[in-house]
T-cell receptor
């Protein structure tokens, strides 16, 4: 069955420290991979996406993610976290079907310490 | 930001009453989706639409129905609301021409008492 796992429910990092949020997926076909961010009380905003090509993708707000097919992973990284990055982050996977359906992970809540 | 609005933004209703949530888009995207968001579950797909009058079930469709009579509107109905349907509901849209990237509305917080 198709699934997405975000192993870390909650992560706390100090402002200025580096960040890596983990995402593992199970998907039979070539996946489309996404990271979304949700600030408190807000909808989801697309951070970045991977469809094909270069496995290191750049997104908004200084985020990047690397697709590793051999590890079925799509981890999100940022070299230096800002207090405004505190939010919930969701990894999602979909395929090139004609429905565009996505499967979401459970989410990781990021807390940033001053 | 994609032109997606949801109404109402907040609603409190009683068990057993019908409730309809509306999603409206101005992007002319073909695909529309309804999700619910609950702690520990991420987002789960309720129903989706791939065109006017074309809809299908998602993973948590029991107790929900949808309708899409126009490209821009996608309605979610809780036929007889239950406390387990207390949740935050998000609408999303996508277009196959941009690889089905989904864009989300602001959400509706529904409380069933």
């Amino acid at each position: 069955a198709q699934s997405v796992t975000q192993p870390d429910i909650h992560i706390t990092v100090s402002e200025g420290a580096s960040l890596e949020l983990r995402c593992n997926y199970s998907y039979g076909a070539t996946p489309y991979l996404f990271w979304y961010v949700q600030s408190p009380g807000q909808g989801l905003q697309l951070l970045l996406k991977y469809f094909s090509g270069d496995t290191l993708v750049q997104g908004i707000k200084g985020f990047e993610a690397e697709f590793k097919r051999s590890q079925s992973s799509f981890n999100l990284r940022k070299p230096s976290v800002h207090w405004s990055d505190a939010a919930e982050y969701f990894c999602a996977v979909g395929g090139s079907s004609n429905t565009g359906k996505l499967i979401f992970g459970q989410g990781t809540t990021l807390q940033v310490k001053p | 930001d994609a032109g997606i609005t949801q109404s109402p933004r907040h609603k409190v209703t009683e068990t057993g009453t019908p409730v309809t949530l509306r999603c409206h888009q101005t992007e002319n995207h073909r695909y529309m989706y309804w999700y619910r968001q609950d702690p520990g579950h991420g987002l789960r797909l309720i129903h989706y639409s791939y065109g006017v009058k074309d809809t299908d079930k998602g993973e948590v469709s029991d107790g929900y129905s949808v309708s899409r009579s126009k490209t821009e509107d996608f309605l979610l109905t809780l036929e007889s609301a239950t406390s387990s349907q207390t949740s935050v509901y998000f609408c999303a849209i996508s277009d196959e021409r941009i690889n089905y990237e989904q864009y989300f509305g602001p959400g509706t917080r529904l409380t069933v008492t």
